[in-house]
């Protein structure tokens, strides 16, 4: 594929996990990737990734949490590239609390970068893409954007959030040619959740929560799916002739994330009632099918 006609695709939060994975995935399979980053000073790593795979990734300084560094960012991608064919929204962030106990400026930092970051890159690109007829949106949520997952009320909150937005928007712009696409990963190895271990704890009532939450995520890390895998869907996700609203990918996600609307009430109740270790597992396995 010639450059000038190669289909230019952002990858926000690029630096690392399934940013960097994405990123270096669609540069090999022809993509000319833009790649958006906190610091320039800390993606060694990434150029150096990219060197050993013989691709190129152009980088560009941008915080989603900022307008005015989304809006400065977007226009030096347009200036660079001249369009935006396809925008991974992957740039993120973790948050552990349950809900009594989560502050509320840690609900407003996280849905400020999860959701609300999404949006502002997403309408950076929307204009040119409305004015060709096409485009993909690709959102990256998570399971627990469709289970709710114990003691991490921030987390749960912002890509439920999202998950809603992209409904919404793939409506909104299906007249226009553009697609949207929802992926759903698990856990994924580099996964943001290896740096997010912290947990409030302010009232010392829920020991047991955090435990469950815990628990899941070691056995998330010791099955965690190669970033990569995240990549090759969203590449499908893009490329596709039959595209779909969601994706779910990686560990416990495909198990889970269809499950939502089909449990039974009294038995997600039944699940938080237990407190004994090993009973949660067992019965959380007998739910969801993921060992745990």
């Not at 999404?118 to 060709?132: D, F, I, K, S, W």
């Amino acid at each position: 594929m010639e450059p000038d006609h190669a289909p230019v695709t952002v990858v926000t939060g690029a630096n690392s996990g399934i940013g960097r994975a994405t990123a270096l995935h669609l540069a090999s399979v022809g993509h000319r990737v833009v790649g958006t980053v906190r610091s320039l000073d800390k993606a060694e790593k990434l150029l150096a990734f990219a060197a050993d795979a013989g691709v190129t990734i152009e980088l560009v300084e941008l915080d989603v949490a900022d307008d005015a560094s989304v809006a400065a960012g977007f226009e030096q991608i347009h200036a660079l590239t001249g369009r935006v064919d396809n925008l991974v929204n992957n740039a993120g962030v973790g948050g552990n609390s349950v809900v009594e106990e989560c502050p509320s400026d840690t609900y407003l930092e996280v849905f400020n970068i999860n959701v609300v970051g999404a949006t502002r890159c997403t309408q950076a690109v929307l204009p040119g893409m409305r004015e060709r007829g096409s485009g993909t949106i690709v959102n990256i949520t998570s399971v627990a954007g469709r289970i709710a997952s114990i003691a991490q009320a921030p987390y749960v909150a912002s890509k439920w959030a999202l998950e809603g937005v992209s409904e919404e928007l793939a409506q909104e712009v299906a007249p226009f040619g553009v697609r949207v696409a929802i992926i759903e990963p698990g856990v994924t190895k580099s996964s943001i959740f290896a740096k997010n271990t912290d947990v409030p704890n302010t009232t010392g009532a829920y020991a047991t929560q955090y435990g469950h939450m815990f628990r899941f995520y070691m056995a998330g890390r010791d099955n965690a799916t190669d970033p990569v895998e995240v990549g090759k869907i969203i590449e499908h996700a893009i490329t596709t002739d039959e595209p779909q609203m969601r994706y779910a990918v990686s560990w416990c996600s495909p198990e889970m994330s269809p499950l939502h609307d089909r449990i039974d009430h009294e038995d997600w109740l039944a699940l938080g009632m237990i407190t004994d270790a090993d009973e949660y597992d067992e019965r959380f396995q007998q739910i969801f099918g993921v060992e745990i």
